[in-house]
C-alpha cells in the first residue's frame, strides 16, 4: 500500500492536520492543538510530549473551511465598556468544557490579589465560537 498524506482531526481538540499514512483508521501524533497541554484531554506520553489520537476525516476542505465549533473563554469588561476575552485570542486560551474553564477561572481568582483582579472588572465565563484550531471568531460580546 502507499504512503500518503491524508487529513486527519484530534479527537481532543478537533484540530485538523495531515498525516503520512498509509491507512485510514486512526492513529497517534503531535497535536498543535492542545498537545502543549499534557493534563489536557486523553493522551500518550511519548519522547518527553503528549500524542494524541486522530482519525480519518472524511469532510471535504469546503466543509472543513467553513466549519465552527463552540468553546468557552473568560471575558470581563474593558476600559470602553466592551465585553472581551480575558486572554489573548489564541486556542490554548479557550476550553473545551464549561468545567475546564470554571477551574482555570478559579485558580486565576486564588492566585492572584484583588488589585490585580480589579484591573479586569465583570469577569464571567462565555461561549465563544471557534475556529476549528480553536481561535475566537470575534474577541467582543454582547
Known amino acids: 500500500m502507499r504512503v500518503e498524506y491524508r487529513l486527519y482531526v ?26 502543549w497541554k ?3 484531554g486523553e493522551g500518550v506520553p511519548m519522547f518527553g510530549r503528549t500524542f494524541r ?11 472543513i473551511k467553513n466549519s465552527r465549533v463552540w468553546l468557552f473563554a473568560v471575558t470581563y469588561v474593558n476600559k470602553d465598556g466592551m465585553r472581551t476575552l480575558f486572554r489573548a485570542n489564541q486556542g490554548r486560551n479557550h476550553f473545551p468544557t464549561l468545567e475546564a474553564a470554571e477551574i482555570w477561572f478559579q485558580a486565576v481568582s486564588n492566585n492572584n490579589s484583588n488589585d490585580i483582579l480589579e484591573e479586569y472588572p465583570n469577569r464571567e ?8 484550531h480553536g481561535d475566537a471568531v ?5
Open 125 to 132: 465565563i462565555r461561549p465563544v465560537l471557534c475556529y476549528p
Open 53 to 63: 489520537k486522530f482519525v480519518y476525516d472524511t469532510r471535504t476542505p469546503e466543509q
Open 10 to 35: 484530534c479527537t481532543v481538540c478537533g484540530h485538523t492536520k495531515q498525516i503520512q499514512t498509509n491507512h485510514l483508521g486512526s492513529c497517534f501524533d503531535y497535536c498543535h492543538g492542545c498537545s
Open 138 to 142: 470575534g474577541v467582543y460580546f454582547d
Open 38 to 40: 499534557p493534563s489536557f
